[in-house]
């Protein structure tokens, strides 16, 4: 396990007895990591309360080296695997870690290349620190509150005609995952509310709800700032992009093809929106979101009117087109909105003109001008 450590002004290293109080961000180098650290520490900095709790450490563990611009946003780094107990039980010694955001997982279609070592991360780096959260908990004496970010690829339709007449597709609906990632997703999903609810269910010295578990099913996400990869969904934001930085791009789906995204920024938003929810308004643990569905050729369509020279093809490639075909067109995100007021903030055509085109251009524009 190597280990970088920086500090800022908040937090000094930990080496003294006390434990600083932290959250952990696991993935913090992903296309979430970013975005979710400025929100994390927008919020510590608003906290005008006083005391460690309302000015915890940001702690971030990714399995590479994270990039400057990620690691000035938090108190400690360290390089290592989620699925490395020493490092688990390193932070436990040094920490005491009140909220927990696992962002750390393989994307689906990395996935299929390799399930078995998707199983490992996903599944296994996943218990490994809800088990994190529940020994803290037991030594601290706290609940931690854990968020768990699962996907759409929890849900299997099982043909195009289901998935066009099935409509806006609630929790509990078609939860029959045609990838390891899907099924890494739903497991993770059990695991969480096992730790929330049962967890050590007939031991004599039983913590009582350790773990506060939280889940969002993500469906796309689309981001100015980062680009992800590995995932089946990339291909909107991998056409966004490609036509910014003028670059041709062949569209691994139909253009018929049709699943829920929405904007990184939404995505964020939501996320600290349901943290920061008392949980006695929480009816569930695990929730749908979803801001607009628009097919592969909407896309296409949006991005040719603001880059006229995109050059565009669809070039589907089945395997991916039979996950994506088997993921919703959308999905029905009314206990979000009434349990703790998620609201989508763009429509399609919003989130090109007032999020995307200005970002992703600026960028563009920046690298092409070295
Ligand atoms: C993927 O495409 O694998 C992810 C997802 C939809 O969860 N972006």
């Known amino acids: 396990m190597l280990s970088t450590s920086n500090s800022n002004a908040h937090h000094a290293s930990p080496t003294g007895q006390q434990r600083t109080t932290a959250i952990l961000v696991t993935g913090a180098g992903g296309e979430m990591g970013h ?18 709790d309302a000015h915890p450490a940001i702690i971030a563990v990714d399995i590479r080296e994270l990039a400057p611009e990620i690691r000035e946003q938090c108190d400690h780094t360290y390089v290592g695997d989620v699925c490395d107990h020493a490092l688990l039980e390193r932070l436990l010694a040094m920490y005491e870690i009140s909220e927990i955001y696992h962002l750390a ?5 990395r996935s299929e290349f390799a399930p078995e070592t998707a199983h490992q991360v ?16 037991r030594s601290h004496g706290r609940t931690v509150r854990f968020f768990f970010p699962s996907s759409i690829a929890v849900y299997g339709l099982p043909d195009l005609a289901t998935k066009h007449a099935a409509g806006a597709i609630s929790e509990g609906k078609f ?3 045609h990838t390891m990632y899907g099924c890494n ?6 695991l969480g509310r096992y730790y929330d609810h049962h967890y050590r269910k007939l031991a004599k010295d039983r913590f009582e709800n350790p773990v506060d578990f939280r889940s969002i099913r993500f469906p796309g996400i689309i981001s ?11 291909y909107g934001p991998e056409m966004i992009h490609a036509a910014a930085a003028g ?9 018929d093809s049709r699943i829920p995204f929405m904007t990184m920024p939404e995505a964020i938003d939501a996320t600290v929106r349901l943290m920061r929810t008392p949980k006695k308004n929480l009816k569930r ?3 749908n979101v979803s801001s607009f569905s628009p097919s592969a050729e909407d896309f296409a369509s949006l991005v040719r009117q603001a880059f006229p020279k995109a050059a565009i093809t669809f070039q589907p490639d089945l395997g991916r087109q039979s996950i994506i075909d088997s993921w919703p067109e959308t999905c029905d995100d009314s206990a979000a909105r009434r349990d703790w007021g998620w609201n989508a903030t763009h429509t399609l055509q919003a989130a090109f003109s007032q999020y995307l085109l200005p970002r992703i251009a600026g960028r563009y524009a920046k690298t092409s001008a070295h």
């Open 285 to 287: 643990s695990v929730y």
């Open 185 to 190: 997703k739903l497991t993770g999903e059990h």
């Open 247 to 255: 670059r041709e791009y062949h569209c691994f789906v139909r253009p």
């Open 122 to 137: 996903n599944v296994g780096g996943t218990l490994n620190l809800l088990h994190l959260a529940a020994e803290q908990a």
């Open 105 to 109: 997982a393989l994307l689906s279609t």
């Open 175 to 177: 939860c029959d995952p």
């Open 224 to 234: 100015a700032e980062t680009m992800p990869s590995g995932g089946t969904s990339d």
């Open 35 to 52: 975005g979710l650290l400025s929100a994390l520490n927008a919020a510590r900095t608003s906290n005008s309360s006083v005391g460690d």
